[in-house]
């Protein structure tokens, strides 16, 4: 989940932006900070909007944000965030909207006309689980950082996830 | 209309062989050439009009008389109904209004009517809240709510008559196939296989509303109407019972899907409905064995000819056991009278999921044709004719693959090479015409658990254009075909940018005629597929193309309104193979095209 636990890797490329958008999220851990030469294109750390991209892996959070959207969310957002014909691009929604308005629209919906309804997820005890790690999904789309289709899991992620008994669930 | 003679005569056989049976005032007016009484035109699902103001020679001359806006945005499926009392009766994506309108006044509103629903049912509509239209008999109309409630309203007032639960919402039902009215029956199916429910198709009493029989698509013999002892299988009884039990593993029939959400169609004759039935439960195949082996998961992909009167199934064709690709086996089961080496056959064609056009004989059940109308079908190379099961390509089967592996480049996609827009079949040329999705797909299985009321799914998947052969347009994802089921060759196919979604029509006036996504209602000629008219309607067509006469005057009428699975899949573009991941609008965007907007055309000649 941290980012010092990934092998580090020669070439770094734009250090100088992933440290102002670490800033800027206000997600800065010591050891991400410190870690100098991670290959990482992207912000890091858990918690709304936050996520790791490495050679086009994620961390465990941010797959279960994309999983959770194509569950519960493609069918009208579209693939990949992309928007349909009657519902929003996500991943554009997530440059206008913070983390407290897009969780807030998924609780509580939004009524636009008459038959053109986003529903509340308030009783949907996955969505609502998994609403962070949808934003992160969803920022790492729209900083260009993870492209189209399903994402691997970085192996250390993965292989640490797999000794904690209570994330084995995998829905 | 003697230019027909033999089209003459089968309609005459029918009137004498059903006066006892089918609903009398639907028969009726499907028989008269004047209507579009019915959603797929008449029982047999043919989509042919008898027609012929509107021909080959003078279509160039078609004017759009008047458009009228429904006032509902995204995918408006199915078509206008003319039964022949100077209206048109019409129909919207949720909330599912329904309007008739004054043919002889440009549109004018006579009744609206807007059932108050749950919109909670809206995040369980898999494939946009879609809606196949509405159904007529006797003076009433008859409508499937998303909600899963079946009403019936009076066509002259639109006064709500009855209404009837066939369905849950909080457990992931929904509705939006397009009822069919048979004897004293309304035959409705659920959706919902994406949320594992339980598929059954119903039939409600006309005149009440009560439930007259129940056949479900999966679980023991009893539930399914089946007798393993009478009921057959490609013309053998099926002799083992409760088969819909035991090729699942324990209880996954429960949440077995198989929902029939497609059409039904009927031979008043044979006294038999037809329709198909949805995919098997969660799209992991790996979740469906048995002993870790391949399991046919009946009775799901599975052609079923039922007696109307009591539901029973009298024969079945599974067309896709064991489903690893979502290949719903909803498509329309076109009924056609064929000649088929040297003998008359009661025919049944479809243009399926599957890429593969089938022909079965409709009385036995038995498989005479499987070919490949989509030439790019590489998940199975061929199917075995004697044990109607397909060769399905190991490089292509998800299953063997595996769990979180991604298998790539399978033709066609999920979406199917066609999906729920339906055919046309002109007995003139013997040939069928469908508007064609040319989409492969990436497919990768993960393990899934069920939660009643949430999408039960277990696989993501990328789509892809399929592959282009010289002289092909390129990029493109769809086309217009004209298919012999017979000989199961393609006879002329036209190039579409993007899949063509809308329900053909044939006439007796050459024509054929199909709508696009990016929303031009075209006019083909019928021997050849050579574009002779084009009109861009304000929307994408997933709707149906119909014909009436109204007092000497031919009409054609059309929904547009852009939606359905194509508006999700196609509105931001495919991906390009080539380009790997992130290559966002490498090909055409629906976006680039069109936006919503629930539109009625109506056109004729402006001489007529």
């Given at each position: 989940m941290l980012l010092t636990r990934t092998p580090r890797r020669p070439g770094v490329e734009a250090l100088g932006t992933l440290a102002i958008m670490l800033l800027a999220a206000g997600v800065i851990t010591a050891q991400a900070a410190g870690n100098t030469e991670e290959k990482a294109t992207s912000q890091s750390g858990e918690g709304p909007g936050n996520y790791t991209v490495i050679d086009g892996k994620v961390d465990q959070g941010t797959y279960d944000g994309y999983i959770a959207y194509t569950r519960s969310c493609l069918a009208c957002h579209g693939p990949d965030g992309l928007g349909s014909t009657f519902a929003p691009s996500l991943i554009q929604a997530v440059e206008r909207r913070n983390f407290g308005e897009f969780s807030h629209t998924i609780v509580s919906g939004l009524e636009i006309q008459p038959g053109r309804v986003m529903p509340s997820f308030a009783d949907d005890e996955y969505v609502l689980s998994n609403v962070e790690n949808i934003y992160s999904y969803m920022k790492a789309r729209s900083a260009g950082d993870l492209g189209r289709g399903r994402p691997k899991v970085i192996e250390e992620e993965r292989d640490e996830k797999a000794t904690e008994p209570s994330s084995e669930a995998q829905e | 209309m003697l230019r027909y003679p033999g089209l003459v005569m089968t309609a005459a056989g029918l009137m004498a062989a059903s006066l006892a049976h089918a609903n009398q005032n639907q028969l009726d007016l499907q028989q008269n050439p004047d209507l579009w009484a019915t959603q797929l035109g008449n029982y047999q699902g043919n989509r042919f009009s008898q027609l012929d103001q509107i021909n080959r020679d003078n279509v160039q001359d078609l004017r759009a008389q008047w458009q009228f806006s429904t006032g509902v945005l995204r995918g408006h499926e199915g078509g206008p109904l003319y039964v022949g009392d100077g209206r048109l009766y019409i129909h919207t994506p949720f909330p599912n209004k329904v309007f008739a309108l004054d043919l002889e006044d440009e549109g004018r509103i006579v009744w609206s009517y807007e059932p108050d629903q749950d919109s909670r049912v809206i995040p369980v509509m898999c494939c946009d809240t879609v809606n196949r239209g509405l159904a007529y008999a006797d003076g009433r109309l008859f409508l499937n709510q998303a909600d899963n409630t079946v009403i019936a309203l009076d066509a002259e007032s639109g006064e709500l008559l009855w209404e009837a639960e066939n369905g849950d919402h909080t457990q992931g039902e929904s509705m939006t196939m397009s009822p069919l009215v048979v004897h004293d029956k309304v035959i409705v199916g659920n959706s919902g296989g994406e949320f594992g429910v339980r598929g059954h198709l119903t039939a409600y009493n006309v005149e009440t509303g009560e439930m007259e029989w129940r056949g479900y698509s999966n679980g023991p013999d009893d539930d399914v109407l089946i007798d393993p002892e009478t009921t057959t299988m490609l013309g053998e009884p099926i002799g083992e019972a409760d088969l819909g039990v035991s090729t699942w593993p324990e209880g996954e029939w429960e949440r077995g899907g198989g929902a029939p959400w497609g059409w039904v169609t009927y031979d008043p004759e044979l006294d038999l409905i037809y329709y198909g039935t949805g995919n098997p439960g969660t799209w992991n195949p790996e979740q469906r064995t048995v002993d870790g082996e391949p399991a046919d998961n009946k009775w799901a992909i599975t052609v079923f000819a039922r007696d109307p009167n009591t539901g029973e199934a009298k024969w079945v064709y599974q067309k896709v056991p064991f489903d690893e690709w979502d290949y719903d086996g909803v498509n329309e089961n076109q009924l056609i009278d064929v000649e088929f080496e040297g003998e008359q056959r009661k025919g049944l064609a479809i243009i399926d999921r599957t890429g593969f056009g089938f022909l079965l004989d409709r009385e036995s059940g038995e498989l005479l044709v499987a070919e490949k109308f989509a030439p790019e079908t590489n998940w199975a190379d061929s199917y075995d004719l004697e044990t109607g099961r397909p060769n399905v390509n190991e490089q292509y089967s998800t299953f063997r693959q595996g769990v979180d592996v991604n298998t790539t480049d399978i033709c066609p996609t999920a979406m199917g090479a066609k999906n729920m827009q339906p055919s046309a079949y002109s007995p003139e040329t013997g040939l069928l015409y469908a508007g064609i999705n040319r989409i492969c797909m990436n497919y990768e299985p993960f393990e899934t658990e069920y939660v009643a009321g949430q999408p039960y799914v277990g696989a993501t998947l990328t789509m892809m254009p399929a592959p282009t052969q010289e002289g092909d347009m390129e990029g493109r994802m769809g086309s217009f075909i004209a298919w012999d089921p017979v000989a199961g060759e393609t006879v002329w196919e036209v190039d579409e940018r993007?899949?063509?979604?809308s329900g053909a029509l044939a006439t007796a006036g050459d024509l054929a005629f199909y709508g696009t996504l990016e929303g031009y209602l075209k006019a083909v000629d019928i021997e050849t597929g050579e574009e002779l008219w084009r009109f861009k309607t304000p929307s994408g067509i997933i709707g149906n193309v119909n014909t009436f006469q109204h007092e000497g005057k031919q009409y054609i009428g059309v929904l547009s309104g852009v939606g359905g699975w194509a508006g999700i899949g196609l509105a931001a573009g495919l991906e390009d193979p080539e380009a790997g991941l992130g290559a966002v609008g490498a090909f055409s965007a629906l976006d680039d095209y069109t936006e919503l907007g629930g539109i009625l055309t109506v056109f004729a000649l402006p001489d007529a």
């Open positions: - | 993007f899949a063509v979604w």
